[in-house]
Nanobody, 130 residues
Framework: QLQLVESGGGLVQAGGSLTLSCAAS????????IGWFRQAPGKERGGVSC????????HYTESVQGRFTISRDNAKNTMYLQMNSLKPEDAGVYYC???????????????????????WGQGTQVTVSS
C-alpha cells in the first residue's frame, strides 16, 4: 500500500522553528516529485515548496523563501520541511504530496498544481502564536 504519513506539527511561537516529516511507504520517494502544501482556515490549499524528480531542483512560494527548506532523506524514504522564523500567517494544516511524474508531465515541480499529485499525507496542524 502506497502511503505518506506526516508528523512534526504543533504549536510554536512566532519566530520559532518546526520541522515537518513525511515518511513514504510502498514506493521510493527519491523517484517522485514531492511537495508540501498548506491550508489556512477559510482559505484554499496552496503550494509551499517542492522538489523536482528530473533534476532535483527546489521551488518555494515567495512568502516562505529564505525561511523554509525542503529536503529528503533517501535512506529513510522521508521528506522534510524545515520551517524557521515562523509567522502567524504560516499557520494551517500542512500536507505532503508525491507524484511519479512518469511519463514526465512537467520538467520542473514549479509547474505542478495540487491536482497533479497522486499521493497525499493526512495533514498535520501547525499553529503559530503571536
Amino acid at each position: 500500500q502506497l502511503q505518506l504519513v506526516e508528523s512534526g506539527g504543533g504549536l510554536v511561537q512566532a519566530g520559532g522553528s518546526l520541522t515537518l516529516s513525511c515518511a513514504a511507504s510502498g514506493f521510493t520517494l527519491d523517484d517522485y516529485v514531492i511537495g508540501w502544501f498548506r491550508q489556512a482556515p477559510g482559505k484554499e490549499r496552496g503550494g509551499v515548496s517542492c522538489i523536482s524528480n528530473t533534476d532535483g531542483t527546489t521551488h518555494y512560494t515567495e512568502s516562505v523563501q529564505g525561511r523554509f527548506t525542503i529536503s529528503r532523506d533517501n535512506a529513510k524514504n522521508t521528506m522534510y520541511l524545515q520551517m524557521n522564523s515562523l509567522k502567524p500567517e504560516d499557520a494551517g494544516v500542512y500536507y505532503c504530496a508525491a507524484d511519479a511524474n512518469f511519463p514526465v508531465k512537467y520538467y520542473t515541480c514549479a509547474a505542478y498544481t495540487q491536482g497533479d499529485y497522486e499521493y497525499w499525507g493526512q495533514g498535520t496542524q501547525v499553529t503559530v502564536s503571536s
